[in-house]
Every structure is written in C-alpha cells, then in structure tokens.
C-alpha cells in the first residue's frame, strides 16, 4: 500500500494542474531564463528601499552562470549569479512530552554580481532565500537586522 501513494499524489497532481514538471528540477536549471523584478516590498521598522541596489528592471540568467541586468532607465550590466543550498535553523522549542523539536530547514540562497565598465559601478546583492511560488514566477528574501525585503520575479 505504501508504493501507492507517490504514484496517487503525482497522478493528482499533474491532473489537478497545480504543478508542472519544473517543480522537480533544480533551482539552477529552473532560474535560467528572462526574468522581470516586478515589486519589492520591505517589512519592518524603518528604513528605505533607496540603498538596495537592485529595485526593478529585467535580469538574464545563462546557464553558465552568466547574467545580465537591465535597469528601466536602460543601463546595461553584466556579470554572475550562483545558487547555494545551505541549512538554516528557526529554533528549537520543547513539546507537550518533553521531546526537544528543532525547525532546521534547507533553503536556497541567490547570489547576484554584476558591473557595467563604461561607468565602473559594481552592484551585488545576496538573497539569503528563494522560493519558487510557480513555473514563472519566485521571491527573493533579505534578511537585514529589522528588515525583511521580499523582491517579487516574474517571466
């Protein structure tokens, strides 16, 4: 009876056309593509959006690593990008029978440099969390002391 049940949940799934067969490819073969920064919302107390250095535009991510952003002023950039998985712990907590439960999780981190030489300006910035939400669209998490910062991608 155990054998049955993967077979039944991929069998609902692909019917119920709520998941696509991209779910079950990697993070690094699923983000290469064209991708539009589409919102960025901050929560938390305080601060401003104005010292991140990506707040729109489109970015090209190459299978080989390569990447290129465009701001929607038309500045050109050029650069890298690299996925990481790493661990990440949400605290442990005691259960009603004493049994100590830690959250760890693994998540994926993005990590996006790029440069354009004729005006010698660097931007980089290091998503500390990816997360598809679908076939064409993810979010990107910040994590910075108060703030949260979620960047919205969408195909």
Not at 24 to 47: A, C, N, P, S
Not at 76 to 98: E, H, K, L, M, P
Request: charged residues 25%; contains cysteine.
């Amino acid at each position: 009876m155990k054998k049955i049940y993967p077979f039944i949940f991929i069998v609902f799934c692909f019917a119920a056309a709520g998941c696509s067969k991209d779910a079950f490819k990697r993070y690094e073969r699923r983000i290469v593509g064209t991708w539009q920064l589409v919102d960025v919302d901050k929560r938390g107390i305080g601060g401003s959006l104005s010292h991140l250095p990506f707040v729109d535009g489109q970015f090209v991510f190459e299978e080989d690593g390569g990447m290129t952003w465009t701001s929607t002023t038309g500045a050109v950039y050029n650069g890298s990008w690299d996925i990481r998985r790493r661990w990440v712990s949400d605290g442990c907590n005691t259960n009603a029978d004493g049994n100590t439960v830690c959250n760890d999780r693994q998540v994926m981190s993005l990590s996006v440099t790029a440069v354009d030489f004729g005006v010698q300006d660097v931007k980089t910035e290091y998503f500390d969390e990816m997360v598809f939400t679908g076939t064409d669209k993810f979010k990107a998490y910040v994590y910075s002391g108060w703030h949260r910062y979620v960047f919205h991608f969408r195909r």
